[in-house]
């Protein structure tokens, strides 16, 4: 089994900036694309960024030259640095990976928990 911690959320106001990560751990051979979506109420989950194995990102155009993610292999973690947050960043943020649980070829997606980010004066 394998699971997705997150941590980093909260509240912040308008301007500020925030850092999410997200730390698999389990039965892991490899993990391969790992990634941020959020959720606003009432909305669908949207993909936010994404990094493959190998570090090339790419973002959800309401977010670049703002958002940052980045990944340390050793440590099978994810982050996503948020600067000049708006109210509209408000979401809960959920990250995943894709996830080769052992010598088999199967990859398998795996979902963090979320953590509520608040962007309000």
């Known amino acids: 089994q394998v699971q997705l911690v997150e941590s980093g959320g909260g509240l912040v106001q308008p301007g500020g900036s925030l850092g999410l990560s997200c730390a698999a751990s389990g039965s892991i051979f490899s993990i391969y694309g790992m990634a941020w979506y959020r959720q606003a109420p009432g909305k669908q989950r949207e993909l936010v960024a994404i990094i493959t194995s190998e570090g090339s990102t790419k973002y959800v155009d309401s977010v670049k030259g703002r958002f940052t993610i980045s990944r340390d292999n050793a440590k099978n973690t994810v982050y996503l640095q948020m600067n000049n947050l708006k109210p509209e960043d408000t979401a809960a943020y959920y990250c995943?990976?894709?996830?080769?649980?052992?010598?088999?070829?199967?990859?398998?997606?795996?979902w963090g928990q979320g953590t509520q980010v608040t962007v309000s004066s």
């Open positions: 995943k990976a894709d996830v080769r649980p052992d010598w088999r070829p199967t990859v398998y997606d795996y």
